[in-house]
């Protein structure tokens, strides 16, 4: 499970505020009060319900402007989103949406389902802890941390260790193992032993006396056993009476299942209407109704003695020809437009290099050279000349030394040999030379420099380049500017209607248009009605047409379906929605009746049967309890004619106390050994469960605490109630032999390594609030790499106050900023 959106409307300081989660290892960098400690309780808010009171919570998060209290969470599982919104505190509303926005029904039961098995007491022991947890370790006895360390294999021990301890220390208060002890039950068993050898010495003679307290024990024994049979009753009553609260569910579900005795249609017609045959009838029928239907009208009218009508029959053959040039004159005008911005572009570039190429060359410009053009540069004699020569007179002198030795002259002429020809190569390439004097005749002052004169190459290509474009241009320009002209040389009989010569010519061709129009129109005024009702018959037999092509595609659905007409399509929609609803219900009635419930209620024989049942039962309760009442009667007898059987007032009053040690006594043992047994429960229970988690728990604690501890140590042993570490060199110490910082990080490696254990049952976020500023900048580097680690296979949010160079800028979140 990973949380992926934060919204929240009102939350101690945060009001309005969203937050994106994009990484596993999600850094939630702030300084102090910037709300990282508000953030991590709102995400536990809003799993498992928001603090209702001072008891539960110090800090209740009251939004700080008036905001409504809550929010929500956006959670992945299994790859589906699901949207968990809590509003309100004291009266807070659950709400769960899926991706589809669809709300989820009985939203508490679903959000327990999606966080099983894990509670909130669960979910804060495991997945989420803090600095304030890891300074209580520092203050914990040597048996205090070796019981805290112990527990991390079982959910929720320090709630069950500390019931244990106070179900022991009550049982311990009661009764002591010893005969001197003075607590309650030993003294009362003192009594005891006190009144019963009296009432021995009193009683040693009495032979009916005896045989009364045997009739009594056996009365008593026979009490017990149907006091056994009455509580087994009330058992099964109330397992009947639960199946008879959920037999209304049974029932319901059958009539469920039963099929519609008043439906219209089959299943295979509810089957075939899907969403999108539903969607393409609703069309149809919207279009159905927005088809219009025209009725043909008289609108028969005179031609008006309008002058512009006026001039259009004096001038017919221009103004239609006009009014056919109409697409070309506006094209042209675009073209001219287009044309005329590429120009004054072309000259705003023409005129920089302009000024850019005559302040290079003192205000002339001149041509570009051609490729082939022998341009270089002059050059003096150079060092490397001069070592040239000198290299080839030496090894003129070793060639002449050579032919003077004739007994060995070889190192002279291969010496001299190499450095002639070195010498010659060298003087040879660096020769002085003049410059080139055919930059003259290419218009270049003299004494430009060479380099200048090839640096400005590129450009005065370029500027050659775009006087030619630019004369390209300007000749486009008055094309375009002849082609118009000619065009609105057509309108010359509506001079007096259009704009003055100066105008340009958008506000010609946009008047043109207006006078076209109008005169288009004035000519369409004219028509004759029979042309008109002709095209509105035309028209309304085209609409008429498209109708019944719609309603012939909407009977074909129809037909698909085997409904009539649209009403009895109606009718289809409301039975496929009500047995939806039916499914729905059925589903629900699913979650709250498991099929064994289910088969127990049809073996039993539904709702009668089994309030028959309890009715039986309930009379063999009644008959038990009058046997109890009838044996107790006798009881009385038996206890009256023991009375009787003394004399002794005394005897009779020591037997009365020693019933009343032996009631108070079997009370007060019986709540002894509840607590002790419970607390023995409890601690086997818990030593249990730690048996079985921890050999998966300890490799990976022994791996994190090896890391953490750079090696120092290296296997962790778990004895019998005891927990004990090796360091590298074999020695073995206790946990409570350790140093403070040397128990945080043992801690560290078992919670983490316990909370990986659980995890595969339910991976929840881990929430980690600043747990390591004690630790030193080393272990602070491994535990960072432990982080990044555990985020592998698991969403961690950590919240810190400090700048950890240890994660990436992707993985970091500056609250403050946000």
């Not at 698991?794 to 979140?813: G, K, P």
Request: proline share 2%; with cysteine.
């Amino acid at each position: 499970m990973e949380i992926k959106k934060i919204h929240i409307t009102g939350f101690g300081k945060f009001s309005n505020f969203d937050l994106d989660l994009q990484n596993d290892l999600q850094v939630i960098y702030g300084q102090n009060e910037t709300g990282k400690s508000t953030l991590r309780q709102f995400i536990t808010g809003i799993l498992f319900g928001f603090a209702q009171n001072k008891k539960q919570s110090n800090n209740l998060y009251e939004p700080h402007d008036g905001s409504q209290y809550g929010g929500s969470l956006v959670l992945e599982k299994d790859g589906h989103l699901w949207t968990i919104s809590r509003t309100g505190r004291t009266q807070s509303e659950l709400a769960i949406n899926d991706e589809q926005a669809q709300q989820v029904a009985n939203p508490e039961v679903f959000l327990n389902q999606l966080l099983a098995p894990f509670t909130q007491d669960s979910f804060e022991n495991i997945f989420s802890f803090d600095q304030e947890q890891l300074n209580e370790i520092r203050s914990l006895s040597g048996k205090e941390l070796s019981d805290r360390l112990l527990r991390f294999s079982a959910v929720d021990a320090d709630h069950w260790q500390s019931l244990s301890k106070n179900l022991d220390k009550n049982a311990s208060d009661m009764f002591g193992l010893t005969k001197t002890a003075k607590r309650p039950i030993n003294q009362l068993i003192a009594e005891h032993e006190q009144l019963a050898h009296e009432l021995t010495v009193m009683g040693s003679e009495l032979a009916h006396y005896r045989h009364n307290m045997d009739q009594r024990t056996q009365a008593l024994k026979q009490i017990n056993d149907l006091k056994n049979q009455l509580n087994d009753l009330d058992s099964r009553i109330q397992s009947f009476t639960k199946l008879v609260e959920l037999a209304g569910l049974f029932n319901q579900k059958k009539e469920l299942l039963q099929p519609l005795i008043n439906g219209q249609f089959s299943k295979q017609q509810i089957a075939v209407l899907t969403d999108d045959l539903e969607q393409r009838v609703e069309k149809l029928q919207s279009q159905i109704k927005g088809v219009y239907l025209e009725k043909a009208e008289d609108k028969s009218t005179v031609i008006a003695e309008n002058p512009l009508l006026t001039i259009y029959k004096n001038n017919r053959t221009q103004l239609d020809l006009l009014e056919k040039s109409i697409p070309s004159l506006i094209a042209e005008n675009n073209l001219f437009d287009q044309t005329d911005n590429q120009v004054k572009n072309l000259s705003d570039r023409l005129n920089h290099l302009n000024k850019s190429l005559k302040d290079k060359f003192g205000g002339q410009i001149p041509k570009v050279l051609p490729q082939n053009a022998n341009i270089h540069a002059r050059r003096s004699i150079t060092t490397f000349f001069v070592i040239g020569v000198i290299l080839a007179l030496a090894g003129i002198a070793g060639i002449a030394k050579g032919f003077l030795t004739p007994e060995f002259p070889y190192p002279f002429w291969f010496c001299g040999a190499g450095a002639l020809i070195l010498g010659l190569l060298l003087a040879f390439f660096e020769h002085p030379r003049k410059g080139s004097s055919n930059l003259d005749k290419y218009q270049y002052p003299a004494g430009i420099s060479l380099t200048t004169v090839l640096d400005s190459q590129n450009d005065l290509y370029e500027y050659e380049q775009k006087i030619q474009q630019f004369n390209e241009l300007e000749k486009q320009k008055q094309s375009h500017v002849s082609k118009i002209n000619s065009i609105l040389q057509l309108a010359s009989s509506l001079k007096k209607y259009l704009p003055s010569s100066n105008q340009a010519h958008d506000a010609f061709i946009d008047q043109i248009q207006v006078l076209l129009n109008e005169i288009k129109d004035e000519r369409q005024s004219a028509v004759l009605s029979q042309e008109q009702r002709k095209l509105s018959d035309n028209n309304r037999q085209q609409q008429m047409n498209h109708l019944n092509q719609l309603k012939a595609d909407q009977q074909q659905i129809f037909n698909l379906l085997a409904v009539a007409d649209y009403k009895n399509f109606q009718a289809l929609q409301a039975e496929k929605m009500a047995s939806k609803q039916r499914e729905n219900k059925l589903d629900n009635i699913k979650q709250l009746l498991t099929p064994a419930q289910e088969a127990q209620i049809q073996q039993l024989g539904g709702i009668a049967a089994i309030s028959s049942k309890i009715q039986q039962l309930q009379s063999q309760k009644e008959d038990i309890n009058q046997t109890i009442e009838d044996h107790n009667q006798l009881l009385l007898t038996i206890n009256a004619a023991l009375l009787n059987d003394s004399t002794d007032t005394d005897y009779q009053n020591k037997l009365q106390q020693k019933s009343d040690l032996e009631t108070e006594i079997n009370n007060s043992l019986t709540d002894y050994f509840a607590n002790k047994l419970a607390a023995s429960w409890i601690n086997e229970s818990l030593y249990q469960i730690s048996y079985e988690r921890m050999p998966m728990i300890k490799t990976k604690a022994e791996k994190y605490f090896t890391q953490l501890t750079a090696n120092k140590y290296r296997q962790i042993i778990f004895d019998d109630r005891s927990l004990s570490v090796v360091d590298d060199l074999g020695e073995h110490y206790y946990s409570y032999e350790l140093s403070k910082g040397s128990s945080e990080q043992l801690y560290v490696a078992l919670r983490l390594a316990f909370a990986e254990s659980v995890a595969s049952e339910n991976p929840l976020p881990f929430l980690i609030d600043d747990s390591f500023v004690n630790f030193d900048a080393k272990r602070k580097n491994v535990m960072d790499q432990l982080l990044n680690h555990l985020a592998t296979d698991y969403q961690v949010i950590y919240f810190t106050a400090n700048q950890d160079q240890n994660f990436s800028e992707r993985n970091i979140i500056n609250l403050g900023e946000a």
